[in-house]
């Protein structure tokens, strides 16, 4: 299987094109070791939506979309836009998100 590097942007970088559709792109200022860990906090997520939708326990899947929707916007890919917000800011999200989603391990 050939190895795939990131996907396209926007001219602008606020976006990648994934299959024709734009979606937010990351937050370019996360440092990569966190931007590691929402990641990863973001497929665990996935797999316990998954895993309640399965299970058909509505509790269950509804504490793991919120996780999702936590490590998403911590990620800069949901909120308010990263681009338009400055530094400060976008350092505060992703610290109280993180701290939020490691809570919950």
Do not use: F, N, Y
């Amino acid at each position: 299987m050939p190895e795939q590097g990131p996907p396209p942007t926007t001219p602008d970088g606020h976006h990648v094109v994934i299959k024709g559709r734009r979606w937010r792109a990351t937050d370019p200022s996360l440092p990569p070791d966190v931007a590691a860990l929402l990641r990863r906090h973001l497929m665990l997520a996935r797999r316990a939506v998954r895993s309640a939708m399965s299970e058909g326990d509505q509790a269950a899947e509804r504490a793991a979309r919120d996780r999702v929707h936590t490590a998403k916007t911590a990620l800069g890919e949901r909120g308010t836009p990263w681009w338009e917000q400055d530094e400060d800011e976008r350092r505060r999200g992703w610290e109280e998100g993180l701290a939020e989603l490691d809570a919950e391990s």
